[in-house]
């Protein structure tokens, strides 16, 4: 599925293609919910890194989080502008790219469930909204965003692999 994405401002555009475009995952960890979850968590999706084209890059700055006294090698993009959250890219993995749900301005699939993850980094401000057959899980769970797809048939296999 084809998405298109942008800033709050309009200094930042891009698009790229998705696998896995279903928001259903909500993260409650700390870097998440701070550098992008105002509702106390953050939903991001799976992209083909290699599809990724953006316009206004130079508007694009990056936050690498410190997880355990570490520097991460995620590299969290957002607006130098406005500060609008827009993707996460990880060298890990790099035929990938997560867009942050919340960035995306096309009409995404809507979930059968939502999958809440990192529950134990949730502060008790944070109402998770789980509904019958939501997951649950204190830390990562065990499917991927590939997996969690596939299994819902939602898995787009028009993008290029």
């Known amino acids: 599925m084809r998405l298109e994405g942008s800033c709050r401002c309009g200094a930042v555009a891009f698009r790229c293609d998705a696998y896995a ?11 998440c919910r701070k550098t992008d979850g105002g509702g106390g968590f953050a939903i991001n999706l799976g992209a083909y890194a290699g ?16 997880i355990d006294g570490r ?13 609008s959250a827009l993707w996460v890219f990880d ?4 035929d990938l790219v997560h867009p942050f749900a919340s960035a995306i301005d096309t009409p995404l699939p ?6 809440h993850m990192m529950l134990d980094d949730k502060p008790g401000w944070v109402r998770a ?4 057959g939501d997951s649950t899980h204190r830390g990562y769970p065990d499917r991927s965003l590939r997996d969690w797809h596939t299994e819902h048939g939602l898995l787009d296999d028009g993008a290029p692999d």
Do not use: K, M, N, Q
């Open 21 to 31: 475009p279903a928001p259903y995952l909500r993260c409650y960890c700390s870097i």
């Open 51 to 66: 599809s990724l084209e953006v316009d206004g890059a130079e508007h694009v700055a990056v936050y690498s989080a410190v």
């Open 71 to 83: 520097l991460s090698a995620a590299e969290r993009r957002f607006c130098r502008r406005c500060g």
């Open 91 to 94: 060298p890990t993995w790099p």
């Open 110 to 115: 809507s979930p059968p469930h939502s999958v």
């Open 129 to 132: 909204d789980i509904r019958d």
